[in-house]
């Protein structure tokens, strides 16, 4: 019983509990617009999360870049230079298993 009360509350706070014809003009053609509501964990605005979160998300695309040219490039150039040679094979098996691991399974520890 407690279960559908909450369910309900949590549609009728996304809005699901209205009829569809007043739904397509609900929150999504607000959201195109900018007018964004509140965030259903925090109760805060959610305009004001979108700097924080904009930073966060530059700051880890640049490291993520950073840290491939960096191994990228070295092993790049010795693969080339050591071209068919035991390291080089060995690095090119290495690189290969990196990519067909997902990079989801490649940030749980072990």
Known sequence: MRAKQTREQLEAAL??????????????????????SNSLWTNTPVIGEIPYRLTITVELGLLALSVSLVVGIPVG??????HDTIGEYILRKFSLL??????????VPI
């Open 77 to 82: 150039v010795y693969a080339a230079v050591k």
């Open 98 to 107: 990196e990519l067909a691991i997902p990079s989801s399974c490649q940030s």
């Open 15 to 36: 809005g699901f509990d209205a009829p569809t014809s007043s739904i397509s003009n609900g929150s999504a053609c607000s959201d195109s617009k900018g007018s964004f």
